[in-house]
């Protein structure tokens, strides 16, 4: 059974203050790792895929990296309005695309 | 482009009475989904599709049936809705890669 662990539950920072969310999964076969931003009252809204270890991908101040057993995001300069809660998911190698989800990174980034 | 669309935004039921979601995507996808959020829970599967006709249990099935009888709608239905149901249902669609996600159905059962 494919499981996402995701740290810190919540993460308070200073704008500017750069730090890093933490995904560890264990997946039959990974056939990818997925970011995403939910924010209050809406859907959550994708950011990355990555599907092997060592890939990197950057959006704006935000950098996901993967290894063979976790992935970090790394946000870098935050400001306020990357507030937000972060979603870690992985796809095995089953049918549908079905993805399996962490219970996500709540960050709060203040002035 | 609408994207995933959802139907209603807000509900209340009582216990024991039901009721149906409606979901609906414009981009084509084969793949549709129903999660459902709670606190500390995380997104978990309900019932998802490969395609239009098609239906699959996911992690959490019981107390849920679905519909897929066009390519562009999903529909959920409680039949006999429990307090146990309260929770924002998420309808989502995928065509393979990543699955984007509509705004979400607040449900709360009295």
């Not at chain 1, 995403?36 to 959006?59: I, M, V």
Request: hydrophobic letters at 30%; a neutral charge.
């Amino acid at each position: 059974e494919d499981q996402v662990t995701q740290s810190p539950e919540a993460l308070r920072l200073q704008e500017g203050e750069s730090s890093s969310l933490n995904c560890s999964y264990t997946v039959s076969g990974l056939r990818g790792l997925f970011w995403y931003r939910q924010d209050p009252g809406k859907g959550p809204e994708f950011l990355f895929t990555l599907y092997s270890a060592g890939e990197e991908k950057e959006k704006e101040r935000l950098k996901a990296t993967l290894t063979k057993k976790e992935s970090f995001l790394h946000i870098t300069a935050p400001k306020p309005e990357d507030s937000a809660t972060y979603l870690c998911a992985v796809r095995d190698t089953g049918t549908a695309s079905k993805l399996t989800f962490g219970t996500g990174t709540r960050l709060q980034v203040t002035l | 482009n609408a994207g995933v669309t959802q139907t209603p935004k807000f509900r209340v039921l009582k216990t024991g009475q039901s009721m149906t979601l409606l979901c609906a995507q414009d981009m084509n996808h084969e793949y549709m989904y129903w999660y459902r959020q709670d606190p500390g829970m995380g997104l978990r599967l309900i019932h998802y599709s490969v395609g239009e006709g098609t239906t699959a249990k996911g992690e959490v099935p019981d107390g849920y049936n679905v519909s897929r009888l066009k390519k562009q709608n999903f529909l959920l239905g409680l039949e006999s809705a429990a307090p146990s149901q309260t929770s924002v249902y998420f309808c989502a669609s995928s065509q393979g890669t990543a699955i984007n996600f509509g705004p979400g159905t607040r449900l709360t059962v009295t």
